[in-house]
Nanobody, 121 residues
Framework: QVQLVESGGGLVQAGGSLRLSCAAS????????MAWHRQAPGKQRELVAT???????NYADSVKGRFTIFRENAKNTVYLQMNVLKPEDTAVYYC???????????????WGQGTQVTVSS
């Protein structure tokens, strides 16, 4: 089975930094795209950043210039480097992947369990 395991969440003061990690494991043939989403209490889940197989990236306007998404293909791991954190960044952050498993004809989509990021003022 495919599993996305996240780490790196925690409590940080405003202006600080955190790096989230998400490792995809299982019989993976190719990863087409990975992304980070977040959901604050009482709000809809929103897209934060995406990275495609060609390394192209996209960011929500609210995090541009502060967050960076990058990956290590050999480890099937995606990271979200979060700098100059603000209280508004407080949310549960979820890893997402679209990938093709070995021995499969069609890709599937997968979500991590979520990791809490809390930014204090």
């Amino acid at each position: 089975q495919v599993q996305l395991v996240e780490s790196g969440g925690g409590l940080v003061q405003a202006g600080g930094s955190l790096r989230l990690s998400c490792a995809a494991s299982g019989n993976i043939f190719v990863i087409y795209a990975m992304a980070w989403h977040r959901q604050a209490p009482g709000k809809q889940r929103e897209l934060v950043a995406t990275i495609a197989a060609d390394s192209s990236t996209n960011y929500a306007d609210s995090v541009k210039g502060r967050f960076t998404i990058f990956r290590e293909n050999a480890k099937n791991t995606v990271y979200l480097q979060m700098n100059v954190l603000k209280p508004e960044d407080t949310a549960v952050y979820y890893c997402y992947a679209e990938l093709l498993q070995s021995s499969a004809w069609l890709p599937g989509t997968y979500w991590g369990q979520g990791t809490q990021v809390t930014v204090s003022s």
